[in-house]
């Protein structure tokens, strides 16, 4: 009978963790000694291309004359959800040019050519305000200025590759690779090539509640599949081939699937001694994004098998150590984002802020999607923060205010979860909202306690891992997860005026969605 092992990836945004089961313990994988593209024993989420269209990840050594893809799951997220060509057909008939059209959606000047021409037959539309693309003010400044450039909900900090790219094919490669390098070094493991293998991969839960989460699995399992194979091409056509061949085939045999992170990593906390059925809000802070969960358990039953966790808002943003550093300091970006690691600077340091003038915009969109979380939470469950917002929620249900002695639980997560840049941010909201006058217990900021002793994690801090240790735990199914459009919502409370029942809705400065 052959061993079974399961992997768990968490395939960040900036840097990639491996975790792996098998007989009854968890182990991490370190990447160590294999090229110079590994530094540190971290496995960065890069792509590099040559001039022969050739790829190349940080386990082959690269010719010179390569470039760089970064942020590969951002860049699928953000593909996946214009769907590039009935967006584009969209745009066309709201009145934006050629131009915009092909930069916003990444297609091929030519292609949107052929919109113009009426050349493309019975074209399918997507409206991308519907579907929470792009802003109404974004389209109608883009109407009135064919020089603007379109900036929406997943306007990204990064250049966009040649439009000959399909970013489905660079993934497929990427993860391919990932998971055959750690099949390679699971048997050196174990001294045994007699195993039976299946992969769980994780992505934030606002993807995995996407009209594209059928996508992202055809993604996943191509990949399990070309990680079968003796050699993986390199070459970026053949790779197109291989997937256009194979995605019309049946893959549900194929033991490869996504998982919301969040799930994987509130596991741990699940089977904890600290386990309590409130409402929590969990941060988690990578390379590339921040990802802003809030959610609510229940444990099993008496005699049941599952216990459960609603997820009842989900928000992504690109907001990470990274991209923030990226953003702020564009000359120097790896001694800030290091600087921001350590601890070593604050959002609310006052002579920075007041020489750059940049950090405040950080601050806004990060508590700025702090209370959207919360606010939408409220909309889609009654009960949801009943205790921390009875005024906010007054006029849908008559709710006790909690006590002033409780504790709001904020979980920290990620690579950053131990930054003072992100906690000030979020500790600073509490006071900066006056949320105390809103019933709103202080906030208590920690990390998630580890899941089980029987990990073994060489080194690694077990909050930079947690996500890859939950995904390749094999208790995953004992959670039934509900994503947030599977909750029954409650229609959302008028935002648009400056109070609502008697309550400022804005900090001392203005929170603005743009």
């Not at 997560?413 to 006071?431: L, M, N, V």
């Amino acid at each position: 009978m052959p061993n079974r092992v399961h992997i768990g990836i968490d395939f960040g945004t900036s840097i990639v963790k491996v975790c792996y089961f098998y007989n009854e313990s968890i182990e991490a994988l370190v990447f160590d000694n294999l090229n110079n593209n590994i530094i540190d024993k971290i496995l960065f989420s890069k792509i590099y291309v040559d001039n022969n269209n050739n790829l190349y990840t940080p386990f082959e050594s690269k010719p010179h004359d390569c470039w760089t893809i970064n942020y590969p799951k951002m860049r699928l997220a953000r593909d996946l959800l214009i769907n590039q060509l009935p967006t584009a057909f969209w745009l066309h008939d709201a009145g934006l040019t050629l131009e915009q059209i092909s930069d916003f959606c990444n297609l091929d000047y030519n292609i949107v050519k052929k919109i113009d021409d009426d050349e493309i037959p019975n074209p399918q539309k997507i409206d991308p305000i519907k579907h929470k693309i792009l802003f109404k003010h974004e389209i109608d400044k883009a109407v009135k200025d064919p020089s603007y450039r379109l900036k929406g909900h997943f306007h990204m900090p990064f250049k966009k590759i040649p439009a000959k790219y399909d970013i489905r094919i660079i993934v497929m490669f990427f993860l391919a690779t990932v998971i055959s390098k750690s099949k390679d070094l699971i048997r050196k493991r174990l001294s045994t090539t007699d195993i039976e293998w299946s992969c769980t991969i994780g992505v934030p839960a606002s993807y995995e509640d996407s009209d594209f989460k059928t996508e992202i699995d055809k993604i996943f399992k191509i990949s399990m599949k070309l990680s079968e194979g003796d050699v993986i091409p390199s070459n970026y056509f053949e790779l197109k081939e291989y997937y256009e061949d194979v995605q019309s085939q049946q893959l549900d045999d194929i033991n490869c699937s996504s998982y919301p992170e969040i799930v994987a990593a509130i596991l741990s906390y699940y089977y904890s001694s600290f386990f309590n059925e409130g409402p929590h809000l969990y941060f988690d802070v990578g390379g590339g994004t921040v990802d802003l969960v809030a959610f609510k358990l229940k444990k099993a039953a008496e005699g049941g098998v599952k216990g459960e966790v609603k997820i009842l808002s989900a928000i992504v943003e690109p907001l990470g150590i990274q991209a923030v550093a990226n953003d702020l300091s564009p000359d120097n970006p790896s001694q800030l984002a290091d600087e921001i690691y350590e601890s070593k600077i604050s959002a609310f340091n006052k002579v920075v802020n007041e020489i750059t003038g940049k950090y405040q915009p950080i601050v806004r969109d990060i508590q700025l999607n702090l209370r959207k979380l919360v606010t939408e939470s409220n909309q889609k469950e009654r009960d949801f923060f009943d205790k921390c917002f009875e005024r906010m929620i007054n006029a849908i249900g008559n709710f006790n205010p909690g006590s002033s002695n409780e504790l709001m639980n904020i979980f920290m997560g990620g690579g950053g979860c131990q930054s003072k840049f992100y906690t000030d941010i979020i500790e600073d909201a509490h006071q900066r909202w006056n949320l105390v006058n809103m019933a709103v217990p202080k906030f208590q900021l920690q990390e998630i306690p580890p899941i089980t002793e029987d990990v073994i994690l060489h080194g690694n801090k077990f909050s930079r891992y947690i996500i890859a240790i939950g995904l390749s735990y094999p208790e995953l199914d004992k959670l039934d997860f509900k994503l947030p459009s599977r909750i029954d919502s409650i229609p959302p409370p008028r935002m648009e005026e400056e109070h609502m029942h008697g309550i400022p809705l804005r900090p001392p400065y203005e929170l603005q969605d743009d």
